[in-house]
């Protein structure tokens, strides 16, 4: 289960949706230096995107498969 893979009350948690309100906003390098990058549905990390939206991603949380959701 998705707590047991954070376990440390230290840790980040980055939780990056798929809106376009990062466009242009250069925060790709603080979402990836969290500790945990959430990413939801399709979503995008082309590098012309990268420096926005970073490239790290730890879990994937698709809709689509209800199942997943239990774990948040």
Do not use: C
């Not at 420096?51 to 689509?64: A, E, H, Q, S, Y």
């Amino acid at each position: 289960m998705i707590p047991d893979l954070i376990d440390d009350k230290n840790s980040s948690i980055a939780i990056v949706g798929n809106g376009g309100s990062l466009q242009g906003s250069n925060s790709g390098q603080t979402i990836d230096d969290h500790d945990f990058v959430f990413r939801f549905n399709n979503y995008n990390l082309s590098p012309e995107h990268a420096p926005d939206v970073g490239l790290k991603t730890n879990f994937w949380v698709n809709t689509f498969f209800v199942d997943i959701l239990h774990f948040l």
